[in-house]
């Protein structure tokens, strides 16, 4: 069993910047899939980052892209999501998930084994 605490959320005024930890109980080999999600109020949670751990392949949905940085510390157990220039839309509950495995279809939060509980971001306008 895998425990995953997201931190580092908050207010931030739009177009600042935020970077969410997310440590695992457990250490992370290589060849899992770590990744970010968010989910706003009344919409489905969707996905926003992911990284291959050992790989560090990483892959970003379309409206984060040039924004957020996922980058992993091998030592730490740990994940970060680095979110730069943040927008209003970018306001959501932050989740981290785990899959001790490969992804392919990484998007889809079916696929991962582990979640965090979650951190809230807010961006003010």
């Known amino acids: 069993q895998v425990q995953l605490v997201e931190s580092g959320g908050g207010l931030v005024q739009a177009g600042g910047s935020l970077r969410l930890s997310c440590a695992a109980s457990?250490?992370?080999?290589?060849?899992?899939?770590m990744g970010w999600f968010r989910q706003a109020p009344g919409k489905e949670r969707e996905f926003v980052a992911a990284?291959?751990?050992?790989?560090?392949?990483?892959y970003y949905t379309d409206s984060v892209k040039g924004r957020f940085t996922i980058s992993g510390d091998n030592a730490k157990n740990t994940v970060y999501l680095q979110m730069n220039s943040l927008k209003s839309e970018d306001t959501a509950v932050y989740y981290c998930?785990?899959?001790?495995?490969?992804?392919?279809?990484?998007?889809?939060?079916?696929?991962?084994?582990?979640w965090g509980q979650g951190t809230q971001v807010t961006v003010s306008s």
């Open positions: 998930a785990a899959g001790p495995y490969y992804i392919s279809d990484y998007a889809r939060p079916i696929k991962y084994a582990y």
């Open positions: 457990g250490r992370i080999f290589s060849g899992w899939t």
């Open positions: 990284i291959r751990w050992g790989v560090s392949s990483t």
